[in-house]
């Protein structure tokens, strides 16, 4: 098990090399001075010259290039090109707001997904199951940012529950998690929508199984059938495929992260985009790159633990 | 008994009556805690001078002072700051001015309480200003030498003299004028200093979270007397909606608003706010590169003018919101820049007149009119709207317009380039020497010119005069510059733009006006009609939260 992480971790390194090359290339074609984005259109020329030499932008591609992956092999992010912030730092202090965001929305999404989508798939075709159905489509449809406006008028402005701006404070749990909900919400909901209906038919696939059949036969209660034998079988699926939601989940989460303002990985990630920041940009798409990459390991080891029958070596 | 009575109905009368007068008194809010919000996802920078975004400016306006400032509130003139006297010497060459007394610089490491400003920081600091590796203004202070005469007065030479508007702007509570504090750089390094900013005003920095805010506490030992906020916290908030829910709770008492008439219906409406817009905001001028077809034409390009409505462009963009300009430079009331009786006077006046513009477009070879593309930025009340509303006005008269709407990063790097043969542009510039000399001195011409700057329609070049006349105000700008009366000074500027608006190198359009809501119970302490150093309502030590 441990040389298959190992490997599959060496195996990632090609892709992030990849991941990083284009990243590369696709900041430095963009039309876009930084130095100019830096300093405004009103500093003066000598300002914007001087900034361009500190940037290094005189150099020639292909030495920005080695330079950029000689710092990243040495873990040094280097210093973001507009504020000369170190970008390692500023990841540091944004990354967890990032973390707790998206693990929570992930939880949500599983909290409040299961039970609808057990209940769509034991009473199908009745009531319940067309509203949930219904409601879910709406989940999947609606876009983040309008889901999170809607949550806030309803829960910071009608019935002022929750703050509206910005993260609260680690040292303060219960003022931080007033902070964390209605983002949590947003991306919760999203995902919710998704595993309703990977539930429902996750279970209606076991229902139909031959040892189903048996179970009811042998004439257990329904409830045990279910919780015992089709529950435990349906969430192999679930829990896999709703692993690869969460990283559609990161994406989504530039979005909440813009309209709570709350502090993030996405948003420094926009931020350098619209001001040309190549290194801070950089950075943060490698941060992305290795999350994503040790999402997909941590949920192919999860698998392997709930599915007796997969075995890694 | 009855006495009795009457003396208690009596003494009630007097309570009730001391009662309202004293509710007739202000009263103030027990948090005098004030939250602001802009639309930004961060600082860049807290360096005075190096910062150019709305926000920084804004921040930083609350932490540093100049040698002199503009009056708050109305702008027009100075008034002492950190000097509390200047003489000019009998040659003009040399400014020497007397600095206050008992002026503390914040708390820093190792100075827990501040120390006192001497000529010691201010020579420093305008010399950091000077010089271009640690400034973006340094181009300001060429030929600027600084001298400490003695711990409180200060001189500086200028190698040519300057009239007093010019040399002023240079050492006002703005950009390179603000005055850093020379310990704090020297003990604890450049690098500290970039997130850690020391300074002398009203409120010092005391945290910065990135992407969330910056909080200034109160300066006790301020010089103009103990600020009544007790902390002032700069928000970070980019989305718009963010920022109205933010206000409607009560959570933000000040936001950055959005240049939109329909929006600030909708804002005014909520509950304890009031909107406040002020001026004077960036103009927006539209530059036609004269030396690519068909600009080259000065007949194509009074017919684009004529075709153009001002009235219609600023009633689109939002009443009370835009306002139509005609000066090639800045607006009034900045020195020297042209009003619309002095334009109409001068004859350079073209506006309104579908036929005229289609007569002029037949009479320069196009009787079916013209066809061409024009690069403009995504941001909406400063560019895409306006464009907009031009597209639709020269249409009429035959101008087919195409607009490509890029970012506004690629924008100002592509117009740069010369890839647009209009460019709708929307600045502010602190006078009208800048103004004039970065947008029609033939040196700044883009691409062309000795030093590329934004001259855009290549106005005073060679190129731009071979389509027909045209002319080069390069002289009258330098006369202009030196000029040591600022009555003559006014004249000769008006005169260029007289002289651009002849060769209808522009067509000046509308200047907006912010938009800044904010609840009803913060007083800003003074009246406010322009703020053109922050772009926002600068906060000082009289401003304050009234009870709600």
């Known amino acids: ?313 | 008994m009855r006495m009795w009575s009457g003396m208690v109905f009596l003494s009630v009368l007097a309570i009730f009556s001391l009662g309202f007068t004293a509710s007739a008194q202000e009263k103030l809010a027990d948090k005098q805690v004030l939250t602001v919000a802009f639309d930004a996802g961060d600082a860049q920078s807290l360096d005075p001078h190096r910062a150019a975004t709305t926000v920084d400016r804004s921040t930083l306006d609350m932490i540093f002072n100049g040698l002199v400032r503009y009056p708050i509130g109305n702008q027009v003139g100075i008034e002492p700051d950190l000097a509390e006297s200047w003489k000019l010497s009998a040659d003009g060459k040399t400014y020497s001015f007397n600095l206050r007394k008992g002026v503390f610089f914040h708390p820093f490491p190792g100075n827990p309480e501040g120390y006192e400003l001497t000529s010691e920081d201010v020579v420093f600091s305008l010399k950091r200003a000077a010089a271009a590796d640690t400034s973006a203004y340094a181009g300001e202070y060429r030929g600027l030498d600084f001298k400490a005469v003695d711990p409180y007065k200060i001189e500086i030479t200028m190698e040519k003299p300057i009239s007093e508007t010019l040399f002023m702007s240079k050492v006002a509570n703005y950009a390179g004028g603000f005055i850093v504090s020379k310990k704090a750089i020297e003990s604890q390094g450049t690098d500290w200093f970039k997130t850690h900013p020391v300074g002398t005003g009203p409120f010092k920095f005391e945290s910065y979270e990135p992407q969330q805010k910056t909080v200034l506490a109160q300066n006790p030992k301020y010089f103009r007397g103990k600020p009544i906020l007790e902390q002032v916290v700069v928000r970070y908030v980019p989305n718009v909606s963010s920022r109205e829910l933010g206000l409607r709770t009560g959570e933000l008492q000040v936001i950055e608003g959005v240049k939109e008439d329909k929006w600030v219906e909708k804002v005014s409406a909520f509950p304890e706010v009031k909107v406040k817009s002020f001026g004077p905001c960036e103009v927006q001028t539209l530059f036609f590169n004269m030396s690519l077809k068909p600009f080259d034409d000065v007949r194509v390009r009074k017919a684009f003018s004529y075709a153009v409505s001002r009235d219609e462009v600023a009633a689109f963009m939002g009443k009370g919101i835009a306002v139509p300009i005609y000066a090639a430079a800045l607006a009034p009331p900045a020195p020297g820049a042209l009003t619309r009786e002095e334009a109409q006077a001068a004859g350079v006046l073209y506006e309104n007149d579908i036929a005229k513009a289609k007569q002029l477009l037949a009479e320069a070879g196009y009787p079916n009119g013209i066809q061409f593309e024009a690069i403009t930025s995504e941001l909406d009340s400063s560019y895409r709207k306006p464009m907009i509303a031009l597209q639709a006005q020269v249409k009429k008269a035959g101008i087919d317009m195409q607009v490509k709407v890029v970012d506004h990063a690629s924008f100002h790097s592509l117009i740069r380039k010369d890839a647009s043969p209009v460019v709708y542009y929307a600045c502010w510039r602190p006078n009208l020497d800048v103004f004039l000399t970065r947008f029609y001195h033939s040196d700044s011409s883009v691409m062309t010119g000795k030093s590329p700057d934004t001259n855009f329609s290549h106005y005073g070049t060679p190129e731009a005069v071979k389509g027909g006349q045209s002319g080069n105000i390069d002289a009258l700008i330098e006369q202009a510059r030196w000029e040591l009366n600022p009555e003559k000074q006014n004249e000769l500027w008006k005169k260029a733009q007289i002289a651009v608006l002849k060769d209808v190198a522009v067509v000046p359009v509308v200047r907006q006006l912010y938009v800044f809501p904010m609840k009803t119970y913060v007083e800003l302490g003074y009246p406010l009609e322009f703020s053109w150093q922050t772009y926002s309502p600068q906060i000082n030590e009289k401003t304050r939260i009234l009870a709600h």
């Open chain 1, 1 to 313: 098990m441990f040389s298959y992480v190992i490997r599959r971790i060496l195996q990632s390194i090609p892709i992030l090399f990849v991941v990083i090359t284009l990243v590369f290339v696709i900041v430095r074609v963009l039309p876009g001075d930084p130095a100019v984005a830096a300093l405004g259109d009103y500093a003066s020329k000598e300002a914007v010259e001087a900034l361009r030499e500190k940037m290094g932008l005189h150099a020639p591609l292909w030495l920005q290039y080695l330079h950029f992956l000689g710092n990243i092999c040495q873990g040094d992010l280097g210093a973001s090109a507009i504020t000369g912030y170190p970008v390692g730092a500023q990841v540091l202090k944004v990354l967890p707001h990032t973390l707790e965001l998206t693990f929570f929305g992930i939880f949500l999404g599983y909290f409040l997904g299961i039970p609808p989508g057990i209940l769509s798939a034991i009473k199908r075709n009745t009531f319940i199951d067309y509203f949930c159905r219904i409601f879910s489509l709406l989940g999947l449809s609606v876009p983040a940012f309008y889901l999170g406006i809607l949550l806030i008028l309803l829960l910071s402005v009608q019935f002022p529950l929750f703050p509206v701006v910005g993260a609260g404070d680690f040292s303060n749990p219960a003022d931080n998690f007033r902070h964390l909900f209605l983002p949590g919400l947003t991306l919760g909901l999203l995902m919710t929508a998704y595993i309703t209906r990977m539930t429902r038919s996750s279970i209606l696939n076991i229902i139909r199984e031959d040892y189903v059949r048996t179970a009811y036969a042998k004439g257990l209660l329904d409830r045990v059938v279910l919780f015992k034998h089709v529950l435990r079988n349906a969430m192999i699926p679930i829990v896999a495929l709703g692993g690869l939601y969460a990283v559609v989940l990161i994406g989504s989460s530039v979005m909440v992260e813009i309209v709570f303002s709350r502090p993030g990985l996405g948003k420094l990630m926009v931020g350098a985009i619209k001001q040309r920041d190549y290194v801070t940009f950089q950075s943060v798409m490698v941060i992305y790159a290795i999350m994503v990459v040790l999402l997909n390991l941590l949920i192919d080891l999860i698998y392997s633990m709930i599915d007796p029958r997969i075995k890694y070596r």
